[in-house]
């Protein structure tokens, strides 16, 4: 009995469907968040204007619907939280991963005064929670709370903001956007403090008068008869809603205090069924049975790289089987996916994915670097993916001989004027400069718009370049033994993009099939001495017309079929302008 319960068991509920119901809940509570914040920002307008679009705010979340709606989401997505602790072996994650956990917690433990306070009120009271009675209550009755109030709205959107961009960070669509986004996620909590602050001064002022009723501090909020006095007087109401605090505090501190005990008491149990994971370097890590080679990994100190952060998603934590394959289970359809893909022997498996059930002996096949600036639990800042784009290589034909008689210096300042022309135009038509080799430079362009923009804002730059270098070829005429002449190479296509190097001579750059091609390409523009080639994906993406463009068919160093490119002149690249 004991042996299964520790054995790996396949979930009643799979984790892509738990992943859609975090989702789901998610962005129910971040819609009701975005238009909470909204409704603030009113109030910079006037309070009345806050209040007309309150109503409208009331009725799509109180009604039955809005209200189960909402409810549920929130207790689902504090459960899936929890749950997600649970089955955590190690709490041992990436800083990102623990603010996102911590921010998900935080957000019930602050938000229970408010709920009580408004909505447990309305529905026993009769209390008419009007953004001048909540404000008075904020601003002047219990300031702290306000404060109180404004961190849980800064949290509770920073934790949405995060959880989004997570969601969206892999889809080439979502960069284009980002920065009207990010733009977004900092201007509307910051227009809703402005609007709780304005409307905070306009209730101190409303205050220090009377109303007609001749009530001292005005008139706030209406509440149903309680009794036979009429009115319930305000230290009664907060003697009656103690037990509710009381219930919704208690109910939160039991699950955290459950939620441990059960870890503690999966942890005692399972000392009792442990698996030995032998690494190449000696090191033996004992884990309990369940424990995927990578917590083990984590769990013993042993950089282990994980990309994705074991989601099963990139292949960099795989291992080498060595010893112990009759003691691992097969693998699940997501880690066969991922297997097929990079087209792996048998003795191959994720890290991320793996529980043995017995002792095995493994080998990581990628050997992270002994570089202080990666730590052992961190992802790295941008990692690889595929992702369309166009690469762009240019380089100065016949500059050797135009170097020979010329000092360091003269050369240095030649190269840097090239440069900064170069750069300055791919930049400006929405490109990325990789690198610099000698005289030639690499650049991307799509990693921030479409491939049909990205083709067009290319070609656009490579027409600009060979006209600007002609105007510095003209302006150093003197200077030089003959005049400046470029060749560029364009191609599109499939590339991994993705942060590389080492210590701080790390930056984004492309590697793959395009890269190489897009290299070949510069090299066929110097071949047909011409200022420009691009190959056929690109004026296909790019939707230009090519009729009376020389086109040839060449062949390109690892490609079994041939290559159809455009061969362009100095004098017809001004059509791409």
Request: hydrophobic letters at 45%; aromatic letters at 8%.
């Amino acid at each position: 009995m004991g042996l299964m319960t520790i054995q790996a068991r396949k979930p009643i509920i799979s984790d892509r469907l738990v992943r859609k119901f975090r989702l789901g809940s998610g962005l129910v509570v971040f819609s009701f968040v975005i238009m909470h914040l909204a409704n603030h920002s009113l109030g910079l307008i006037s309070l009345s204007a806050a209040e007309r679009a309150q109503q409208w705010f009331m009725a799509v979340w109180r009604n039955p619907v809005g209200t189960l709606l909402l409810y549920s989401a929130l207790i689902v997505h504090i459960l899936l939280v929890l749950r997600l602790l649970y089955i955590r072996r190690t709490l041992i994650m990436p800083p990102g991963e623990a603010f996102q956990i911590v921010t998900g917690l935080l957000v019930p433990l602050l938000l229970i005064d408010h709920i009580v306070a408004t909505r447990v009120v309305h529905v026993v009271y009769g209390y008419h929670d009007t953004y001048r009675a909540i404000v008075h209550t904020l601003w002047l009755t219990s300031p702290t709370s306000g404060v109180r109030q404004s961190i849980l709205l800064v949290i509770v959107w920073l934790h949405g903001c995060i959880g989004v961009h997570f969601w969206l960070r892999f889809r080439p669509w979502y960069i284009a956007i980002a920065p009207v986004l990010l733009s977004f996620a900092i201007v509307l909590p910051v227009l809703a403090l402005l609007g709780f602050a304005a409307m905070g001064k306009i209730v101190t002022h409303d205050a220090a008068q009377p109303d007609e009723r001749g009530y001292a501090g005005g008139y706030y909020s209406d509440i149903r008869s309680f009794g036979e006095t009429g009115s319930v007087p305000g230290s009664q109401m907060a003697d009656t809603l103690w037990p509710y605090r009381a219930g919704f505090y208690g109910a939160f501190s039991l699950s955290i205090v459950g939620l441990f005990a059960f870890r503690a008491h999966r942890r005692l149990r399972e000392r009792r069924y442990q698996v030995a994971i032998r690494y190449p370097g000696g090191e033996v890590v004992h884990a309990p049975r369940g424990f995927s080679v990578l917590e083990a990994s984590r769990l013993g100190g042993i950089p282990h790289y994980s990309i994705c952060g074991g989601k099963g998603q990139c292949s960099t934590c795989r291992v080498q089987i060595i010893d112990g394959a009759e003691n691992l289970p097969p693998p699940e359809a997501l880690e066969q996916k991922t297997l097929n893909r990079i087209g792996a022997t048998p003795d191959v498996r994720l890290a991320c994915q793996l529980r043995p059930t017995g002792n095995v002996s493994v080998v990581p096949l990628l050997t992270p670097m002994a570089e202080a600036a990666i730590p052992v639990y961190t992802q790295a800042a941008s990692p690889g993916r595929e992702r369309e784009i166009v690469v762009f290589f240019c380089d100065l034909r016949h500059f050797t001989a135009l170097t020979e008689s010329r000092l360091p210096f003269d050369i240095v300042f030649l190269l840097n004027r090239y440069f900064a022309l170069v750069g300055r135009i791919v930049e400006e038509n929405g490109g990325r400069m990789d690198k610099f080799i000698g005289d030639g430079a690499m650049a991307l362009f799509g990693l921030r718009a479409t491939p049909k923009e990205a083709n067009r804002q290319a070609l656009k730059a490579a027409a600009a370049i060979v006209r600007e270098i002609d105007k510095l070829s003209a302006e150093l005429a003197d200077e030089l033994s003959s005049p400046l002449e470029i060749a560029i190479g364009l191609h599109s296509g499939l590339a991994v993009v993705g942060s590389m190097g080492y210590g701080s001579v790390k930056n984004v750059t492309a590697i793959g099939d395009t890269v190489n091609v897009a290299s070949r390409l510069e090299s066929v523009a110097k071949e047909y001495n011409t200022a420009l080639v691009f190959s056929e994906p690109v004026a296909r993406l790019s939707g230009i017309d090519v009729d009376g463009v020389e086109s040839r068919e060449i062949a390109v160093r690892g490609r079994g079929e041939p290559l159809r490119v455009y061969i362009v002149s100095k004098e017809a690249s001004s059509r791409f302008a």
